[in-house]
């Protein structure tokens, strides 16, 4: 009976191994090993880690004259303000065009059920 244990331990022990190390993916999100507070005690942000999926329009706000703001992760950006490797390009009523590098990427706002 011990020897029955041994080798099912024996085994199950091998095959834990022979799936190779373990490796975090991400899923395009914020790595929750990376700490969020520095030493000195400042909040940390890896804005340049950011990929478009991570970018969210919360708002708009619209100017008749054309000064527009929009809300895009809980900040209030204008044009030409960046957001880690993004660049704020256009701002109208319904959506928000960014640039990186050459590439645009346009978000736009969601409607609500009200």
Excluded: C, W
């Excluded at 090993?33 to 000195?40: M, N, R």
């Excluded at 478009?52 to 030409?80: M, R």
């Amino acid at each position: 009976m011990r020897f029955f244990i041994f080798v099912l331990i024996l085994f199950l022990t091998k095959s834990v191994y022979a799936q190779g190390p373990f490796v975090y993916d991400d899923h395009g999100k914020r790595d929750p090993f990376k700490p969020l507070v520095s030493e000195d005690g400042l909040v940390i942000t890896y804005d340049e880690d950011l990929s478009v999926n991570d970018l969210n329009l919360e708002g708009v706000i619209a100017d008749g004259s054309g000064n527009n703001a929009a809300i895009v992760n809980d900040k209030i950006v204008k044009v030409h303000d960046q957001i880690g490797p993004y660049v704020v390009d256009v701002i109208t009523s319904d959506h928000v065009e960014f640039l990186k590098g050459t590439d645009r990427y346009i978000l736009q706002i969601k409607k609500s059920g009200f």
